[in-house]
Nanobody
Framework: VQLQASGGGLVQAGGSLRLSCVASGQSFSRYAVGWFRQAPGKERETAAAINWSGSRTYYADSVKDRFTISRDNAKNTVYLQMNSLKPEDTAVYYC????????????????????WGQGTLVTVSS
């Protein structure tokens, strides 16, 4: 599976962006997907995760009620809608995928993921 993340950019505080993660390869619908971010000088952290069907999601406390993760398996795409952006959301955002074999739970730990995209930079100005 190859992943291509896009949608990053420069936005003012309070604004919105939607990130997309497009996967190539077969059977993407069985993969759990996560969005991670890494700010300069900081460790990578999980922002959100979604199970293979989209029925279960996880959000870090720092993004809860502002970010929404969703997926369209027909398009092999997972989205991260980011609203009410704050300067502290500035980071490189990565999507990752792991074959969940249709297990219902999302995967929130980065070390459990197999495939990673190249990252897209989100910059939020104050």
């Amino acid at each position: 599976v190859q992943l291509q993340a896009s949608g990053g950019g420069l936005v003012q505080a309070g604004g919105s962006l939607r990130l997309s993660c497009v996967a190539s390869g077969q059977s993407f619908s069985r993969y759990a997907v996560g969005w991670f971010r890494q700010a300069p000088g900081k460790e990578r952290e999980t922002a959100a995760a979604i199970n293979w069907s989209g029925s279960r999601t996880y959000y870090a406390d720092s993004v809860k009620d502002r970010f929404t993760i969703s997926r369209d398996n027909a398009k092999n795409t997972v989205y991260l809608q980011m609203n009410s952006l704050k300067p502290e959301d500035t980071a490189v955002y990565y999507c990752a995928a792991v074959d969940s074999k249709y297990m219902s739970k999302y995967v929130s730990q980065s070390e459990d993921y197999e495939y990673w995209g190249q990252g897209t930079l989100v910059t939020v100005s104050s």
